[in-house]
């Protein structure tokens, strides 16, 4: 029976990856035979269920699930529908996004770091010592949570930042416009495949924005300017190329549409009980 | 010098079904033509205007990341539309062939070689054949635009074939099966090309 489950499992996995018009077509199905089920930790949520339940790890607010060990990390799940995010971000990318890179990432982290001294450290213990492992552990432990906190920050709800948010906001960048003139900047001119932050600088709790090559994050060691990320955008050609092609910044200004402000404005709320640990 | 923007060498579905027609169309009319015209943009005026690509990718470090990377793009593509053909792929002739067989001991171990280099290359970059300054191969890859011509590269060489390796070049048919693309090039290697590009490489 189990042999035959196994072999179910992996007709269904050749399938999806040679065909993307199956791929398309098949209803979502957990496709993974690792050893523990992920039909409902991979499972996205359906849109009667809560946005706001993305506030998860209450005993340390948002940041609650990063302080377990990495080896004990269970992958994330989709706050909402693949569609949810249409027509800012299209279906087939947030599905493809979410169950082929993000948890590709996820996978290669869990085998980069498993038998290592990494598995039983968390992700911020991990982010803080950065150049001390090898570039699989980077790579892929930054794509992991990075896409975690992207996914968190999007919202099909359209918000609009509190006054809290905004004075914030003011402060640091003098107005709103300028702010999304410059994060705008950050993420139209990182150069090949990267992110732009919204960060808090780690020394100084100023606002500040930033870029990242690759999987890093402002978090990491290596970072050019440290800090704790309150808004993520993926601009990997992967993250928008389907729908929008070469057409970066027509990419970037639809995010601005679903961004989930109250989700920053927690990060931002809680950002000092992490402080102290990614010093 | 006098840049100019190069003409495909053939139809945007020459290469279907390996490459497809959107993608190449995209790819030659959008990404290459807008390295391009960034490129001219960013030595117009100065005195790299006067200089060969060349020239400038042995002093890339000092030069402004918009030549860096336009310069780049610019001349990596020109030369990968070159390498690639409607009537490319299977096994290489001629003396490429033997310096492959010489020097990897069989195409199938170069390949297996130059696939990873293009697989485990993260994020966006380029695989490259390379001719070094002994007339000796070697197999690399590089991030972003980026090529073994660049001051700034640990894998100096003269560039005989390359394969680009950003999303853009394979999302839309493969989306992020990078492998599958990688396999489909090899049925599209212009090996006369790679020929003709490693007579001119050996000093």
Same mark, same amino acid.
């Given at each position: 029976?189990?042999?035959?489950?196994?072999?179910?499992?992996?007709?269904?996995?050749?399938?999806?990856?040679?065909?993307?018009?199956?791929?398309?077509?098949?209803?979502?199905?957990?496709?993974?035979?690792?050893?523990?089920?992920?039909?409902?930790?991979?499972?996205?949520?359906?849109?009667?269920?809560?946005?706001?339940?993305?506030?998860?790890?209450?005993?340390?607010?948002?940041?609650?699930?990063?302080?377990?060990?990495?080896?004990?990390?269970?992958?994330?799940?989709?706050?909402?529908?693949?569609?949810?995010?249409?027509?800012?971000?299209?279906?087939?990318?947030?599905?493809?996004?979410?169950?082929?890179?993000?948890?590709?990432?996820?996978?290669?982290?869990?085998?980069?770091?498993?038998?290592?001294?990494?598995?039983?450290?968390?992700?911020?213990?991990?982010?803080?010592?950065?150049?001390?492992?090898?570039?699989?552990?980077?790579?892929?432990?930054?794509?992991?949570?990075?896409?975690?906190?992207?996914?968190?920050?999007?919202?099909?709800?359209?918000?609009?930042?509190?006054?809290?948010?905004?004075?914030?906001?003011?402060?640091?960048?003098?107005?709103?416009?300028?702010?999304?003139?410059?994060?705008?900047?950050?993420?139209?001119?990182?150069?090949?495949?990267?992110?732009?932050?919204?960060?808090?600088?780690?020394?100084?709790?100023?606002?500040?924005?930033?870029?990242?090559?690759?999987?890093?994050?402002?978090?990491?060691?290596?970072?050019?300017?440290?800090?704790?990320?309150?808004?993520?955008?993926?601009?990997?050609?992967?993250?928008?190329?389907?729908?929008?092609?070469?057409?970066?910044?027509?990419?970037?200004?639809?995010?601005?549409?679903?961004?989930?402000?109250?989700?920053?404005?927690?990060?931002?709320?809680?950002?000092?009980?992490?402080?102290?640990?990614?010093? | 010098?006098?840049?100019?923007?190069?003409?495909?060498?053939?139809?945007? %579905?020459?290469?279907?079904?390996?490459?497809?027609?959107?993608?190449?169309?995209?790819?030659?009319?959008?990404?290459?033509?807008?390295?391009?015209?960034?490129?001219?943009?960013?030595?117009?005026?100065?005195?790299?205007?006067?200089?060969?690509?060349?020239?400038?990718?042995?002093?890339?470090?000092? =030069?402004?990341?918009?030549?860096?990377?336009?310069?780049?793009?610019?001349?990596?593509?020109?030369?990968?539309?070159?390498?690639?053909?409607?009537?490319?792929?299977?096994?290489?002739?001629?003396?490429?062939?033997? =310096?492959?067989?010489?020097?990897?001991?069989?195409? =199938?171990?170069?390949?297996?070689?130059? %696939?990873?280099?293009? =697989?485990?290359?993260?994020?966006?970059?380029?695989?490259?054949?390379?001719?070094?300054?002994?007339?000796?191969?070697?197999?690399?890859?590089?991030?972003?635009?980026?090529?073994?011509?660049?001051?700034?590269?640990?894998?100096?060489?003269?560039?005989?074939?390359?394969?680009?390796?950003?999303?853009?070049?394979?999302?839309?048919?493969?989306?992020?099966?990078?492998?599958?693309?990688?396999?489909?090039?090899?049925?599209?290697?212009?090996?006369?090309?790679?020929?003709?590009?490693?007579?001119?490489?050996?000093?």
């Amino acid at each position: 029976m189990k042999t035959i489950k196994v072999l179910i499992v992996t007709i269904m996995c050749i399938l999806l990856v040679s065909s993307p018009e199956i791929m398309a077509q098949t209803e979502k199905k957990p496709v993974s035979k690792g050893k523990t089920s992920h039909s409902e930790t991979t499972k996205p949520k359906t849109s009667s269920q809560t946005v706001a339940s993305d506030l998860k790890g209450a005993k340390e607010g948002i940041w609650g699930e990063w302080m377990k060990p990495v080896g004990k990390l269970e992958f994330y799940t989709l706050p909402y529908p693949y569609d949810a995010l249409e027509p800012a971000i299209d279906k087939m990318t947030v599905e493809i996004h979410y169950e082929r890179h993000h948890r590709g990432y996820f996978d290669k982290m869990q085998k980069a770091v498993s038998g290592t001294d990494a598995a039983e450290k968390n992700l911020l213990e991990i982010f803080s010592n950065m150049d001390k492992f090898p570039d699989a552990v980077r790579n892929n432990s930054g794509g992991f949570f990075n896409h975690a906190l992207y996914w968190d920050n999007l919202t099909p709800k359209k918000q609009e930042p509190s006054r809290q948010m905004i004075e914030l906001i003011e402060k640091s960048f003098g107005n709103y416009d300028s702010f999304v003139k410059k994060f705008d900047e950050a993420a139209a001119n990182r150069f090949g495949s990267g992110w732009a932050w919204l960060a808090v600088d780690i020394k100084s709790g100023e606002l500040f924005i930033t870029s990242t090559a690759n999987q890093d994050n402002p978090l990491m060691s290596i970072a050019e300017r440290r800090g704790i990320p309150l808004l993520a955008l993926d601009v990997w050609e992967h993250a928008y190329y389907l729908k929008y092609q070469n057409k970066r910044t027509d990419y970037i200004n639809s995010f601005w549409s679903v961004v989930n402000w109250p989700v920053v404005e927690a990060r931002y709320n809680q950002f000092k009980s992490i402080m102290e640990k990614v010093k | 010098m006098k840049f100019e923007f190069p003409e495909l060498p053939y139809a945007y %579905d020459a290469l279907e079904p390996h490459i497809d027609k959107q993608t190449m169309e995209l790819h030659y009319t959008k990404h290459h033509k807008g390295y391009f015209d960034k490129f001219t943009a960013a030595i117009q005026g100065t005195e790299l205007e006067s200089k060969s690509l060349e020239e400038i990718f042995s002093n890339i470090s000092k =030069a402004p990341a918009a030549v860096r990377n336009n310069g780049g793009g610019y001349y990596n593509h020109s030369l990968f539309w070159k390498v690639l053909s409607p009537n490319g792929g299977g096994d290489p002739t001629g003396p490429i062939a033997e =310096a492959i067989n010489t020097q990897f001991n069989s195409f =199938a171990e170069f390949q297996k070689k130059f %696939d990873e280099a293009a =697989a485990n290359r993260f994020g966006s970059g380029w695989a490259w054949l390379c001719v070094k300054k002994d007339n000796s191969l070697s197999i690399c890859s590089s991030p972003n635009q980026d090529n073994p011509l660049m001051d700034v590269h640990d894998c100096q060489g003269q560039p005989i074939l390359g394969l680009d390796v950003w999303e853009h070049a394979y999302y839309l048919k493969y989306q992020n099966r990078r492998p599958e693309y990688i396999s489909a090039f090899w049925k599209l290697v212009n090996w006369d090309q790679v020929n003709e590009n490693y007579k001119n490489a050996r000093r």
